[in-house]
């Protein structure tokens, strides 16, 4: 078969291709006019999670060539399209445009979702809260840089339940209009990110030129743009949207940074079997409270994953994770015993990796 006869075929898929996702988008309408009925949550990420799992299991019982992340960056995208067609719902996220939570919101609600910018956490909480938007994405923890103190407090002050996680590797790039990096005279970006790429800078003598700080590394590419003696170090979500070209990929110093990130809205998600639960415990001030509180967890086999201790509004707090669903039975007798302490966050589906 010529190149010409496989293009043929190739374009005979493609058809056949259009012809299913209309199919498929046919029934989409009949579940969206469902849920509006029922008032059911268009974002089911529990059956989300259970359709790609079992198209996992599908693709390798046919020995399919697509890959466990083929097969989700193609459907993930398929089942955005679907939600957005379904029923158009906003999402706030911690902006500007091309910020690193721009893109983890992408990669729950896909590119056609109705995003909104916000400057602050705070503002993504209050916008949530107030039913102008659906949904909020924003950062809960960095791998070098831990928690994020803004989200525990949006999430103890507004009753907002975390539907959705998402870890993203931060990759940073350094783009320039510029061919020659020794025409580059100064670099824009956020501060931390320096911080995060300075053996780069170091090794190619970067180090020694200005390094202008800027509130997000989308800006910093916005100004690179508009400045030709420059440079940026961004995303390379921020350097295509600007149309700024990428000199150097992958520029940070080590390849385990990265940032996890939370899905809120106001209601709350069934099981899916494979859940992780995160509370606010506030714990008497006495002598061995905490141990004991801890000592329930393991008693019951709960599988703790995380604690750490958070000063709100001047009151220590513990901000706790541990694996399961809040209707557990083993769980559910926590929050029985506990429920004068413990503020639920949130039941949602585990991402396969954490930070």
């Known amino acids: 078969m010529d190149l010409s006869e496989i293009r043929v075929k190739l374009d005979e898929i493609d058809n056949k291709l259009l012809e299913i996702y209309n199919e498929r988008m046919r029934y989409v309408e009949m579940v969206g006019e469902y849920k ?19 198209l996992k299991k599908k693709n390798k019982q046919i020995n399919g060539l697509l890959s466990d992340e083929a097969i989700e960056a ?25 910020s690193f939570t721009h893109q983890a919101a992408e990669e729950k609600f896909g590119r056609l979702g109705n995003y909104i910018p916000l400057t602050s956490i705070a503002g993504v909480f209050r916008e949530v809260a107030s039913g102008k938007v ?8 960095n791998s070098t840089e831990g928690i994020v103190g803004d989200t525990i407090n949006g999430l103890k002050e507004h009753n907002l339940k975390i539907v959705a996680e998402v870890v993203i590797n931060i990759h940073h790039v350094l783009a320039t209009l510029n061919d020659d990096i020794k025409d580059i005279k100064r670099i824009y970006s956020k501060d931390i990110a320096f911080g995060q790429c300075r053996a780069f800078l170091d090794d190619f003598g970067l180090d020694k030129i200005e390094l202008i700080p800027v509130e997000s590394t989308a800006k910093a590419a916005q100004l690179a743009r508009d400045d030709k003696n420059s440079a940026a170090i961004c ?19 080590g390849d385990k940074n990265r940032t996890r990130f939370f899905v809120i809205s106001d209601f709350e998600n069934a ?30 086999g709960i599988d703790l994953t995380k604690i750490k201790s958070h000063i709100i509004g001047g009151v220590s ?14 769980i559910a007798d926590i929050f029985e015993k506990y ?17």
């Open 36 to 54: 509006q009925k029922t008032k059911t949550p268009i974002y089911r990420p529990d059956r989300e999670y259970e359709i790609i799992e079992r």
């Open 74 to 98: 193609l459907f993930m995208e398929l089942i955005g399209v679907s939600r957005n067609y379904e029923k158009p719902e906003f999402i706030a996220y911690l902006g500007p445009e091309a």
């Open 134 to 141: 659906k949904f909020g994405v924003v950062p809960i923890e």
């Open 235 to 253: 995303s390379e979500v921020a350097a295509k949207l600007y149309h700024l070209p990428i000199l150097f990929k992958d520029i940070e110093d």
């Open 271 to 300: 099981p899916s079997g494979n859940d992780k639960t995160t509370i606010l415990a506030k714990l008497p001030n006495k002598p061995g409270a905490l141990v004991d509180f801890l000592l329930d967890f393991k008693e019951r």
């Open 317 to 330: 707090m513990f901000f706790l994770e541990f694996n399961g669903h809040k209707s557990d039975k083993s």
């Open 339 to 355: 429920s004068e302490s413990i503020k639920f966050l949130g039941s949602y589906v585990k991402e396969a990796d954490d930070v």
